[in-house]
């Protein structure tokens, strides 16, 4: 079994900064791709960033510039950098990993953390 566990969520004001973790655990071969999604009051879980084993990134548009998603392979850990947070920024953040492990033989399976909160206050 494989466990993501996020942390780095709290309060902050408008402007301010948060940097975010997610660590797998468990059963794990490797790990291809690791993705942030996040989760305003009312509204439908949405995509954030996706980093990937070889590094490379994409981010939604209304983080762009702001927020910086990298990876420590040797960790198995995704971070995410948060600056100039706005008070639209405020959800629960939850990362995401597609994880090979032993007994998969070579596929993928995507799992989930529980997630952590994020709230800016303007």
Do not use: H
């Amino acid at each position: 079994q494989v466990q993501l566990e996020e942390s780095g969520g709290g309060w902050v004001q408008a402007g301010g900064s948060l940097r975010l973790s997610c660590a797998a655990s468990g059963a794990i071969v490797s790990i291809n791709t690791m993705r942030w999604y996040r989760q305003a009051p009312g509204k439908e879980r949405e995509f954030v960033a996706v980093v990937s084993i070889d590094g490379s990134q994409s981010y939604a548009d209304s983080v762009k510039g702001r927020f910086t998603i990298s990876i420590d392979n040797a960790k198995n850990t995704v971070y995410l950098q948060m600056n100039s947070l706005k008070s639209e920024d405020t959800g629960v953040y939850y990362c995401n990993a597609d994880v090979s492990s032993p007994s998969d033989y070579g596929r993928w399976r995507r799992y989930w953390g529980q997630g952590t909160q994020v709230t800016v206050s303007s």
